[in-house]
């Protein structure tokens, strides 16, 4: 009874213990590590461990820790997860984050107790716009931009009319805006599908063939995209109705899509043969590390976050309680971009260019993304003008 | 109206797909009165298995052949060596063992395939749309899956009406201590029985494999849709099973198909497109509430205890 008490008064103080400013630099990471989509928060890991590698395990001088967090792809989830990092981890930094509706869910937490933030994919667009914050930084895109750049290249392709096909939580909504936004042709119809219980498309499929329209356009990220493709070619309309992706063929997919992605076109910011230094260095480096695996945009992205916190961390020297000039730092953007140089707008959303990706078979016989073109230069986000950051 | 007739078409496909599932689970649940939630596992186990013998053997029927053996096998041990022991339990502890088989199959089709997924690619044959009518095109492979499962189902409802086994199993159904007593070995009945459910749990998730992708949890959310349709249809009971998986089909089907549109008539376009998505989910949910309000014991249920 008595050792009890004293064990109960022990575990009080040590969790009472104020958090100095430890040796340490703790980061808290938040991604997908289970479920059908656990593929993504592994690359996205893997990558963010890789760029540690590159950084000698430490910035300013001090060790780095990183909490990887599993949000299960549940918005409810990654809140709670998100709370522990920052109320019981105290980590100085909190990154991560594939999922728009996860992160809407978490921003909060966030932005109240004034952590520091790289989001290393999801790009809600009140995230660029009303909900922007100081300390929130993004090493990805706003969900607008990349369909938007798609949009442009229908119409340098003179497509005449779309259908578009999108899941219905946050992102898909971004994703179909952003289309729409820029697509000058004729909008046939839209669809939305549940999201992420929905894996089949039959009947979105069908009133697309019945829609008449020329073409379709579609956002399904990880193992959903696969599943489209499937049955998109399974329902003959490759021949017929040519399709235009976002974000629904990447390295991790695309072994599983195989030659159903063939000839599918995507916009990105990032591509793994992007002729940078840096770049070269990233996927080389990664697949020696990872044997069997490639890197996708996920891990481009995830890389840059840890790049990012680890400019910030040198520009204080350690010092994490110094958060205004962390900022004033982040926001040079002063790094190696594995996508190349880009700039902050003042919603600490990246301005940056936009390239078509194409699917092709390599030397050995693999199926491989390459880039092909530059669809736009210096893309900013619709939604900065809603930003009242200066 | 030739969209009308695919959408019903996918209606079908799903709803018999449906029933493939959830066959399995009304002959487990309604003969031997165990709660079994690791049935969508089984479907995940018959996709793996199959995505594993068609890329050895080359050849997508001969796979498929062997992955229904497998999983038929991979049920009679799985009752032989976990489920038996539970059955004189109450329905808590069978929930507590089959959710922890979940948790073991899920964990172990990790180590064994990793966690990336499989695919499943079909023979050229079954990739090509086939024309039912003029101008109206469907996928071969979504029609093979109709014709599969409607031979399946004949062949069900022969086997449990019209044979001797079937008869046993319906003996047991309503009176297993009465069918011991006459000297029917129940324990190899309930294994039989428990075999035989995985091998249909293993054939819905071959066949839904090349569709989807084979990959861990796959047969968790499909698993739900299960137990409402035998909710919904009477647990124990294979027409009724049948009946209501069609229905929950359609439902679901024609709902995703027709609602945005109808919803447009009353709403703004953008306002319809994200709130039909959400409807159409909950439209199956509402309709097994109304059941369980009108008919408690489902539409169709099997004999009286």
């Known amino acids: 009874m008595r050792t009890s008490f004293w064990l109960a008064g022990a575990t009080v103080l040590a969790l009472a213990s104020p958090a100095v400013a430890g040796d340490t630099i703790k980061i808290g990471f938040v991604s997908t590590f289970s479920g059908p989509t656990a593929a993504i928060g592994n690359d996205m890991r893997n990558s963010f461990e890789l760029a540690l590698d590159h950084l000698g395990r430490k910035m300013g001088g001090k060790p780095v820790e990183v909490i990887y967090e599993d949000d299960g ?57 009303e909900l922007c914050s100081p300390y929130v930084f993004s090493t990805s895109w706003q969900n607008d931009q990349t369909p938007q750049a798609m949009g ?46 929905q894996l089949d498309f039959s009947a979105e499929l069908s009133k697309a ?28 309309l ?81 010092d994490t309680s110094k958060k205004d000039e962390m900022k004033a730092a982040m926001e040079k953007a002063n790094f190696k971009s594995v996508r190349g140089d880009f700039k902050f707008g003042k919603n600490h959303m990246p301005i940056q260019n936009f390239y078509l990706q194409d699917v092709v078979k390599d030397a050995d016989g693999s199926l491989a993304l390459k880039t092909v073109a530059t669809i736009i230069k210096d893309s900013q986000d619709k939604y900065h003008d809603k930003c009242p950051m200066k | 109206m030739l969209l009308v007739i695919e959408q019903f078409l996918n209606g079908l496909q799903f709803g018999l797909l449906l029933f493939l599932l959830a066959a399995g689970l009304t002959l487990v649940f309604g003969i031997m009165d165990f709660v079994n939630l690791a049935h969508g596992s089984l479907y995940m186990m018959g996709a793996y298995f199959a995505a594993t013998f068609v890329a050895w053997t080359g050849n997508f029927i001969l796979g498929a052949l062997l992955a229904l053996g497998a999983t038929l096998l991979l049920g009679i041990v799985l ?53 039912i009518m003029p101008g109206v095109y469907y996928p071969a492979y979504r029609l093979a899956i109709i014709g599969v499962a409607l031979v399946v ?70 698993l739900i849709l299960a137990f409402v349709i035998i909710v919904i249809g009477g647990i124990g009971s294979i027409r009724g099973a049948f009946l209501a998986a069609i229905f929950v089909g359609m439902i679901d089907t024609l709902g995703r198909a027709f609602l945005p549109d109808l919803l447009r008539q009353v709403l703004s376009s953008t306002a319809a497109s994200t709130a039909a998505p959400a409807l159409s989910s909950m439209l199956i949910y509402l309709l097994m509430a109304i059941v369980l309000v009108v008919r408690p014991e489902g539409l169709f249920p099997a004999g009286r205890r």
Do not use: C
């Open chain 1, 209 to 236: 063939r019945a829609s008449g329209a020329a073409s379709i356009f579609v956002f399904y990220p990880g193992a959903a995209g696969v599943q489209f493709l499937n049955q998109y070619a399974q329902a003959g």
């Open chain 1, 152 to 197: 442009e290249y229908m119409n340098q392709k003179g497509v005449k009319s779309v259908f578009l096909i999108g899941p219905n939580y946050a992102a898909g909504k971004d994703m179909l805006a952003g289309v729409k936004s820029t697509f000058k042709g004729e909008i046939k119809g839209e669809e939305y599908t549940v999201w992420p219980s």
């Open chain 1, 73 to 129: 792809q549940k918005p409810d989830v990654g809140k709670q997860k998100t709370e522990k990092l920052i109320q019981s981890d105290k980590v100085d930094f909190i990154a991560g984050y594939i999922w728009s509706n996860v992160l809407l869910a978490s921003l909060k937490t966030v932005v109240d107790s004034k952590t520091m933030m790289v989001i290393a994919n999801a790009g809600p667009s009140q995230v660029a716009g």
């Open chain 1, 238 to 318: 490759k021949a017929q109705m040519p399709l235009y992706t976002a974000f629904t063929i990447d390295e991790l997919s695309l072994p599983l899509q195989k030659e159903n992605a063939l000839g599918v076109p995507g916009a990105q910011q990032w591509v793994n043969d992007l002729p940078n230094e840096q770049n070269k260095k990233f996927v080389a480096d990664y697949r020696q590390k990872y044997p069997g695996l490639r890197p996708t945009f996920y891990g481009a992205q995830s890389y840059d976050a840890a790049q990012l916190i680890a400019s910030a961390v040198e520009a204080v020297k350690g």
């Open chain 2, 153 to 222: 189902a004949l062949l069900l409802y022969f086997v449990v009406m019209r044979t001797r086994i079937g008869m046993l199993i319906r003996a047991g159904a309503s009176n297993r201590e009465m069918i011991g007593a006459l000297g029917i070995n129940i324990k190899l009945l309930y294994t039989l029985v428990f075999g035989l459910g995985a091998a249909l749990a293993g054939l819905a998730g071959l066949m839904q494999a090349p569709i989807l992708t084979v990959q861990i949890g796959m047969g968790e959310n499909i």
């Open chain 2, 79 to 131: 009752e032989f060596v976990a489920l038996r022991h539970l059955y004189n339990r109450d329905h808590l502890d069978h929930v507590l063992a089959t959710f922890g088989l979940i948790l073991f199959f899920n964990d172990a089709v990790r180590l064994i395939w990793g966690p990336a997924g499989l695919a499943l690619p079909l023979p050229p044959w079954l990739t090509v749309p086939f024309q």
